[in-house]
Every structure is written in structure tokens, then in C-alpha cells.
């Protein structure tokens, strides 16, 4: 009988050892059962590289833009961007904290709660974010806003200790944001991986507005009361030339080529233009009273200038440097974004309170 107990014990224990190495395997082969990792920051386009739709094909823009249709946009609409797949396009206001998003198929719109009076918005390539600047003098608050578009809420607030963050753009590979300071004189600069400011950038008295060269190595900066344009290289965040314009820069864009940036003069009722290869101003285009925004079409033909007191849109030949066409809108138009596809345009009417749409390809 002790005999047959020590051979059940035996036989006991060796079950024990075989299951228990069993489950040892398993355990190995599955690893242990640990959380997933904290996501990164929801705002921004985060560490990873973000993959880029290409561009649609773009058509040919016309001399003589035609108006399709306007629709009717609250708040005081100021500044829009028209997001890459080309389906809405968002549009701040002056008059509420809010951010509209504007179906560009049927003019419906949806308005978001903003953390404060949004002034400019600039949309990352993929589309997924947009930068939104907030300012305002009692009590007084700058920062810049950041919006996550596929979920249509504000999930990040940066705050600025500069004063009156303007016309932001988002670079072309969408990790760095260069933000104009109106009243501080500078160029604040936000690195989109941890949405957070990483320098600031002294330039002329008051900048307004920013464009940035084809592959985002350069960017130029319109200097509203001191007659500048500041060119600053964004691999070293160092102003490495400034261009004499005159009067009262407003605004500035590049042509999709990178050969020619247009600069609206908002006081001296002009356009000049300036060879981006000597940064040197090379014509003047006269346009309609207080030009306020100046665009590109898709195709590098035309210019669009938005004329903020004569109520319409000066339409500029670039490959004659004449205005062909003048194009009535809404009350006090603001701001104009071109579709993705180069057929569309919208134009912010503040006072209106509505988007004026052109057609502007063949």
C-alpha cells in the first residue's frame, strides 16, 4: 500500500509539471497582458509621417470668373480654407467663438464652439487638423486654437505671449506652424508634433499675413504698416533678406510655380509683384479700393484680388500683369480659397454675412 501511494504522488506530480509547462508555453508564446500605450496628442499631425492625397488634376482658370451662387454664413465670416478632399471648407467669423464648417456641395453649415474669437484658420495637408488663431483685448487672450476635423471639436489650446496672432499657415509638410504677430512684431513658430511654440521670429512692424514657397524652405511675410516683406528661412528660423514694397502690405501669396509672389497693398489700391528669384519687386498692378486677400489659381494663371471696400474681385493675367475682369460679391468681402480642383472660389463677405461662389475655370 505505500508502495502504490508513492507511485500515485509520482504520477501526481509529474501531471502537475506537464500542465504547468503547458501553460508556461502559452503564456510565452502571448506575452504578457499589458495596456496598449497612451495615445500621443490628438491635436496636431503627430510623430509619424502623415500620407498626403495627391493633388486632383487641375483645370484651366478663365479671364472672366462667373458667380454661381452665394450662401448664406453667420458671424461675420473672415477667413476660410478649403479642405484637400475639396468637400467643406471652414470659415471663421468676427462677430461669435465660433468655427463654421461650410458643405461646399449644398451650403449647409455646422458651427463649433471655439475657446475664443477666432481670427485665421490654416489647415495641415491631410486635413485632419486646422490651426485656428484666437485674440482678444478684454480680457485679453492670445493663443492659437487647434481643431481636429474628423471629430469637429477643439482638443488643444496653445497658449501665445505674443500679441494678436494673425493670418497663420500651416508649412506644406505639416510640421511646423508660422504664426504673424500683428502687434508684437514677429513670427511665432509651432512645432505640430507636440503643439507647442519653439521660437519667435522678429520682422517689421506689424505682420499680417504668410505664404510660403512651393516646398515650404522659405516663407514670405507681409508687414502691414511698414511697407516690408520679410523673407525667412524656416530651416534655420532666420530672416535672410526683407523686400521694400511700399504702403501697406496686407496680404501675400506665391504662385504654385514658387517664380512670383503678389502683395496687396491695402491703403495704395495695388498688387505688386516680386520675382522670388532676386526678391525684388519687378511691377505694380493697379486693382479696386482696399485689396484685403490676395490667391493664386490652381494653374498660376490668374490672381485673385479681393477688394474689401469696392465690394469685388480684381482678376489679374499674370503673364501680362493687367487686370481682365472685376467681379462683384457680397458687402465688406474678406477672404477667397480656390477648390482643390482649381474650378471653384469662395469668397468671405463680412458684412454680408455670406460666401459669394465663382466659378473660375472653363
Known amino acids: 500500500m505505500r508502495r502504490r501511494g508513492f507511485v500515485l504522488l509520482a504520477l501526481a506530480m509529474v501531471a502537475l509539471l506537464v500542465v504547468g509547462g503547458l501553460l508556461g508555453a502559452l503564456l510565452f508564446r502571448s506575452g504578457p497582458s499589458t495596456p496598449a500605450p497612451a495615445a500621443g496628442p490628438t491635436a496636431g499631425v503627430g510623430a509619424a509621417p502623415v500620407a498626403i492625397a495627391p493633388p486632383a488634376p487641375v483645370v484651366a482658370s478663365v479671364d472672366t470668373p462667373t458667380v454661381i451662387g452665394t450662401w448664406s454664413v453667420g458671424n461675420g465670416p473672415e477667413s476660410i480654407v478649403v479642405t484637400p478632399d475639396g ?3 471652414f470659415v471663421t467669423g468676427s462677430t461669435a467663438d465660433v468655427l463654421t464648417s461650410l458643405d461646399l456641395t449644398t451650403g449647409a453649415t455646422a458651427t463649433f464652439p471655439a475657446p475664443g474669437p477666432p481670427q485665421y484658420v490654416s489647415l495641415t495637408p491631410d486635413g485632419q487638423h486646422a490651426y485656428v488663431t484666437i485674440a482678444r483685448d478684454n ?27 494673425y493670418a ?20 511665432s513658430v509651432i512645432d505640430t508634433r507636440s503643439n507647442v511654440i519653439v521660437a519667435n521670429i522678429p520682422v517689421a512692424p506689424m505682420p499680417h499675413w504668410i505664404a510660403y514657397t512651393p516646398s515650404g524652405r522659405l516663407i514670405y511675410v507681409a508687414n502691414h504698416m511698414s511697407g516690408i516683406v520679410t523673407v525667412i528661412d524656416t530651416k534655420t528660423n532666420t530672416v535672410v533678406t526683407t523686400i521694400p514694397v511700399g504702403g501697406t502690405p496686407h496680404s ?75 467681379v462683384p460679391v457680397g458687402t465688406s468681402p474678406r477672404q477667397l480659397a480656390v477648390s482643390t480642383d482649381g474650378r471653384r472660389a469662395f469668397v468671405t463677405n463680412g458684412e454680408s454675412n455670406s460666401v459669394t461662389v465663382l466659378n473660375i475655370a472653363g
Open 87 to 89: 468637400r467643406r471648407a
Open 139 to 165: 480680457p485679453p487672450m492670445n493663443a492659437i486654437a487647434v481643431f481636429d476635423t474628423t471629430r469637429n471639436m477643439f482638443t488643444a489650446l496653445i497658449p501665445s505671449d505674443q500679441q494678436h496672432p
Open 168 to 187: 497663420l499657415a500651416v508649412a506644406p509638410d505639416g510640421q511646423r506652424v508660422y504664426v504673424p504677430n500683428h502687434d508684437s512684431g514677429n513670427v
Open 252 to 326: 501675400i501669396a506665391v504662385s504654385p510655380d514658387g517664380r512670383r509672389a503678389m502683395v496687396a497693398d491695402y491703403d495704395g489700391n495695388y498688387v505688386s509683384v516680386i520675382d522670388t528669384a532676386t526678391n525684388r519687386v519687378v511691377g505694380t498692378v493697379p486693382v479696386g479700393q482696399n485689396p484685403q486677400d490676395v490667391a493664386f489659381s490652381r494653374d498660376g494663371a490668374h490672381t485673385y484680388v479681393v477688394n474689401n471696400v469696392s465690394n469685388d474681385v480684381s482678376v489679374i493675367d499674370n503673364s501680362r500683369d493687367a487686370v481682365v475682369a472685376t
